[in-house]
């Protein structure tokens, strides 16, 4: 009688190798250098591929198991969600705002990090690296996905959500998230996997990601809390494979140290710059806040980020000089970029308003230093003036910094009633940025953002006005014709909350859902 | 606090290319249909969060962009009616800078992309905040 001998089944590990390994073949028409053409560019040296190693150890066929079973409950959820008006429990209409600035100015880039990171894939000769930058790859195009969902719920009820893809290609403050990931794109597979596996998604991913998924908690928003459970596990597989990335590299060769520290300078500036956007979102777009900016950015990158920084200094990394002045910025850049937001509010596909007393008094209590000396007064007097029926809309385009794209609204470290200017020259041609930060970059690289699409600039140039637009008729109205370009659907998208139609119509749902009358 | 302009420093190609890598500038001046770029900004008043752009003729006289642009751009202040053009100071990149408000851009030697700061003494703002 035959025996029915049991298959020994792999050990998680062998799976891993048989999986991830020799899977690749030497080329014999065609030269290595050939097939892998990005491989060496940059100056980055390895020599041993094969030292790479995956701490998740996760495997092609477990990875579509989890994340099936993960979406699975995501979309039970969004469902739950849109079938129970769940979008009228949220704490207050003003909220819906943060949604919009997430679905316009981040799911977006998700999907070019799914790009990205498909690339990457592609350009590295090692296959260790390969498969984790197929299956980063995969994840973002699904975070993309499940983001553009579970906001389109959003899109039947209220203004603002209809045309994100649209919009990331023209609007004037989603050329910087743009910015930033086309400047990453653009590099070698080594800079990009600094610039977003290590700097984007190590070192500062929870000053994005745990701001807006609280704040989604904080501000009954279940559709987004549940997607933000959802990316979490992929998060931490980022996490673990920019850090992999960044000791892979500083391993292989010594000279790959200097190349890693300049990027590492360039792309921690460059984050931080984008994140400007998500310090106002905290610090006055949540009806109910979950912690100030300045306290987000004291445990989530002075505490975590100096611990990693004291962990890299083993192989000769420092902290990033330009990060010294942010222990100062941190008192300041919510609130400089709300104000820009509430005095650009007519051309900016979100509500913009004015804290009322009790926000005053929450913000003081968070920046005794400089809220009542600094801000205060402005925002008062411009709330005093919008309520005698004089709300301060700027009307003319403002100054915007070369490189990280943000209007010149950052003050000099030491200094902040002073703004400050840097400038620039290359071949024959101004450039002026906000920020030592952003003036070391450029300089570094100016042939790079000599290029830059500047929304003012393009604007001024006559590219931002629809197709057959005549700017010489009498009577040309460049704003009104450059929000038809953006796809703004004029006085409903933009301008104050107070007046606003999300405003009426959250109030009458309300009020239909929780009164008889 | 004055800021002064970097350097002049030689810059070589820096950017790590696999084909050369020379681009024109998005923003050259002949791209403005005869116009130029001016920004300007207002010292001790970050009630506008960043300086202006203007984008003007070369031939536009500085007592227009005193007397229409600006008025424009900056009215909404009340410190606006209180300033003086008389008293005013300019910077422009940073260092002490004079005009003749009888001439134009040109004239004064302003060039594309140039940037001009202007202090009002006396001026400090909303309540002194430099609002």
Not at chain 1, 38 to 50: L, M, N, S
Not at chain 1, 121 to 144: K, T, W
């Amino acid at each position: 009688m035959d025996m029915n001998v049991k298959k020994k089944k792999l050990g998680l590990k062998e799976k891993y190798a048989h999986m991830t390994r020799g899977l690749d073949w030497e080329t014999s028409y065609q030269p290595m250098d050939k097939v892998f053409p990005q491989a060496k560019f940059e100056g980055i040296k390895i020599h041993d591929w094969d030292k790479w190693e995956d701490p998740f150890r996760l495997t092609m066929d477990a990875y579509w198991k989890y994340q099936a079973e993960k979406e699975r409950k995501l979309y039970a959820v969004l469902d739950a969600f849109a079938q129970n008006n769940g979008h009228l429990g949220i704490t207050d209409a003003r909220y819906l705002n943060a949604v919009k600035l997430f679905l316009t100015g981040i799911s977006p880039l998700e999907y070019v990090a799914h790009r990205g990171f498909a690339a990457a894939g592609r350009n590295f000769p090692g296959v260790g690296p390969r498969v984790a930058c197929l299956m980063q790859s995969v994840d973002e195009i699904r975070h993309a996905q499940t983001q553009i969902h579970a906001i389109s719920n959003y899109n039947k009820h209220y203004d603002g959500f209809h045309d994100f893809k649209h919009m990331l290609e023209r609007v004037w403050y989603l050329s910087v998230p743009k910015s930033f990931f086309d400047d990453a794109f653009s590099a070698g597979p080594f800079e990009w996997m600094i610039a977003i596996g290590f700097s984007f998604e190590y070192v500062l991913t929870n000053l994005l990601f745990v701001p807006f998924m609280s704040g989604a908690a904080y501000n009954g928003d279940m559709a987004t809390v549940t997607f933000g459970f959802s990316a979490q596990s992929d998060e931490a597989r980022h996490m673990t494979l920019g850090l992999e990335c960044i000791k892979f590299m500083l391993e292989q060769d010594p000279d790959n140290l200097p190349i890693v520290q300049k990027w590492i300078d360039k792309w921690a500036w460059r984050g931080i710059r984008v994140l400007s956007l998500v310090g106002m979102m905290m610090d006055y777009m949540l009806p109910k806040r979950v912690m100030s900016w300045k306290e987000a950015w004291e445990i989530y990158f002075e505490q975590n980020g100096g611990a990693l920084f004291a962990d890299l200094a083993r192989y000769g990394i420092k902290v990033p000089e330009c990060l010294t002045q942010c222990s100062e910025d941190k008192e300041h850049i919510s609130h400089q970029a709300w104000a820009t937001f509430y005095q650009y509010g007519g051309a900016a596909a979100f509500h913009t308003w004015m804290p009322n007393d009790e926000e005053m008094d929450w913000l003081s209590a968070k920046y005794p230093n400089t809220f009542d000396k600094y801000y205060r007064a402005r925002f008062t007097y411009w709330r005093d003036e919008a309520e005698k029926g004089n709300r301060f809309y700027s009307n003319t385009l403002p100054m915007l910094c070369q490189v990280c794209q943000i209007p010149m609204i950052f003050t000099e470290p030491g200094d902040p009633t002073t703004l400050c200017y840097r400038e620039s020259e290359y071949e024959g041609e101004k450039y002026h940025t906000c920020s030592d930060g952003c003036q070391h970059i450029f300089d570094n690289e100016p042939e790079k953002y000599a290029q830059a699409w500047l929304p003012v600039h393009q604007i001024y140039q006559g590219n931002c006005f629809p197709e057959g637009t005549d700017p010489t008729v009498e009577g040309f109205d460049p704003l009104a014709a450059v929000l038809d370009w953006y796809h703004f659907n004029n006085g409903h998208d933009n301008l104050d909350f107070e007046g606003s139609r999300d405003q009426a119509n959250f109030a009458a749902w309300r009020g239909m859902a929780t009164k008889n009358t | 606090m004055t800021v002064a302009p970097t350097d002049k420093k030689e810059t070589n190609m820096a950017v790590q290319a696999l084909k050369e890598y020379k681009f024109p500038p998005a923003d050259a001046q002949e791209k403005f249909h005869g116009a130029q770029l001016l920004y300007v900004g207002w010292d001790d008043h970050l009630m506008f969060c960043a300086p202006f752009a203007y984008c003007l003729p070369p031939n536009t006289p500085f007592s227009e962009l005193c007397q229409k642009f600006m008025p424009h751009s900056f009215g909404y202040h009340p410190d606006w009616k209180s300033v003086d053009f008389s008293k005013v100071t300019w910077l422009k990149s940073g260092q002490p800078w004079q005009p003749d408000m009888s001439k134009t851009l040109a004239e004064l030697g302003l060039k594309h992309k140039d940037m001009l700061r202007f202090q009002t003494p006396g001026l400090k703002g909303i309540d002194g905040s430099c609002s």
